[in-house]
């Protein structure tokens, strides 16, 4: 990713995400939306300073260590540049005069940059001292409330990372600096994978290996757990009343009474799932992007200026219209317009960046019949066609990805 324009390093543990991650960024931030918006998640915007008197009020002030980055302003206020928001979205809710068990359970989320002192930044992306999150937090009457929720959440997280398309495992975790009573994590199987995951071969069942190491499947008996590398890519927890008890986040219940809130929080690493899911597709010298976060599904590489083929450029520009027509291919198509540069370098250039399609105007356009090469990358197939039959077979794959998906 860096070393293809996709992202440039700012400083250690902090990079510029360029047009390119951007984009890729977008389409996951669209995925996620889409889903929360079907658990009935709503989105909002928190600020990224949070006092630093309520992470003292919750205990995580010294828990959490020389992770957090402290500030101090001209007033002499201790800050805290957020790495995640339970303190700040449970104040809020405090802060709620005469909030009735009529307006609950509430559920509400962001995408936002988040803050960690990290000792040792690594990995680009996967392990940085700046990076995008996505956090849902959860309020809900009772233990039994709060439990369904934690269930629809995590079924809404299997359906993302479901139309991601990356192979993913979920396992039981330790609840950690967080706390609660229950969590799992979801995790890209990978070979730099920081993680160490204990997976069942019988039925499934995984464990992050900090939280136990059973001798046996506790699910099924199977006496096989097969240890495989993971990248941590989301995380739920089940939080019960840790945050909103010292922070007095209450409700008004059915008797008038006030109760506390039952809580949940749950967070998707937005950046870490575009380097983790490159880090899982690629080959060594081409990055592979799973489809539905690639940049550009489509690069059309026109001839070079100068050149017998260039009398046809003109149906690299027709071509692009009539896929962008597309509504399954709208705004993703690109066309490689560095025309100075030979189709053989743009084409290489293209695999590299990991485009899905790549359709050259070559030297078969210059037929009656003009033919196109197409390159799918991810099969590792290529072959000619004439236009209509090039639109019909991209048509094809992209229906064949979404039904699979």
Known sequence: MLDLGVIRQASVGTFHLLPLAERSLQKLITIVDVEMEKIGAQKLLLPLLTPGELWKTTGRWMDAGEELFILTDRHHKEFVLSPTHEEAVTELMASIPELSYRQLPLRLYQVTSKFRDEKRPRFGLLRGKEFVMKDLYTFDVSVEAATETYEAVNNAYTNIFRRIGVKYLKVLAPTGVMGGSISHEYHFPASVGEAELLICDSCGYGTNVENCRPSQCPECGHKHLKCTPGIEVGHTFLLGTKYSQPLKATFKTTAGKPDL????????????ILAAGVEALCLPDEIRWPIALSPFIICIIPPKEGSKESEVAHLAEELYHKLNSIDVFRNNVIIDDRCH???????????????????????KALQLVPEFEVHDILMAKETTQNEFAVIEYLKQCISEYIVMN
Do not use: D
Request: avoid cysteine; charge should be positive.
């Open 261 to 272: 809130l039952q809580m949940g929080s749950y967070g998707l690493g937005m950046t870490r």
């Open 341 to 363: 540069m030979t189709i053989g370098k743009r084409l290489f250039e293209s695999r590299r960046v990991g485009y899905p399609f790549i359709v050259v105007i070559g030297r």
